[in-house]
């Protein structure tokens, strides 16, 4: 356990000694600043403009947080493909523990970052509804946006495990000698991914069968991370 929080806390730091290493420099303030100021203002001008039509519908904006799964999938592959791209992979490789410890770590690595991102959305969509809401005189129904909003964030943080497996797994095939097979897995698993969270939205289903399906999702997505990690083990082309 402690060797792979140590790889944990290696994997969260690896983007900023990528930088470093690379000679890139961050964004200077003044104009993180005014980006966000500016993206601030556009934000407001749609609260505004929706809030003095009236007709908006509050619950299916959080609609948006439909295409998060997906960003997971693909910001988990990216972990992987970023040792190829860092000509790192065979360093990574050879480090002095199991192929799994090391997906695992990845694999936790983009759990802990979707968890954090998708707090910060959802924070940021409540604020923009609320204030649409404010000028449209509904605060009447607040709370079950509020609620709605807090039932796909705890859908998506229930499914995310699954889709990040499936990042991870779809990147190792990828950079192995099954590379053929990624364009039909890749899209194979976007398909499934979008029938999971179609099914947890549409269908009338019970808390027994939901956390069902949860159990489920993570059991098959043990089942992927080890499959990444034989197909990493056994048929990786560096």
Known sequence: MTTLRLLIKNELRSKTRHRERSGSTSMPKKWITIYGA???????GIATYLGIQGETK???????NWGMLFWATARAGKSVQKE????????????????????TAKFFVNLIRWVKTSAVIYI???????????LEGKGSEIFDVLVKGGQWYVLFISLSPFAIGV?????????????????????????????LAWLFLT?????????????????????????????LDQHAVL
């Open 124 to 134: 940021a969509l409540f604020i923009f509804i609320l204030y649409v809401m404010a």
């Open 84 to 103: 190829w791209d860092n000509e790192t992979a065979g360093w990574w490789l050879s480090l002095p523990y199991s192929r799994g410890t090391l997906l």
């Open 167 to 195: 990042g991870i797994l779809n990147w190792v095939i990828r950079k192995s000698m099954f590379r053929p097979m990624f364009p039909l897995l890749w899209i194979l698993s976007l398909i499934v991914i979008n029938i």
């Open 38 to 44: 500016l993206a601030l203002v556009i934000v407001a």
């Open 58 to 64: 509050f619950k299916e904006i959080w609609y948006f």
């Open 203 to 231: 269908a009338s289903l019970t808390g027994g069968e939901m956390l069902g399906i949860i159990a489920v999702s993570w059991i098959v997505t043990l089942g992927v991370v080890r499959l990444a990690t034989h197909i």
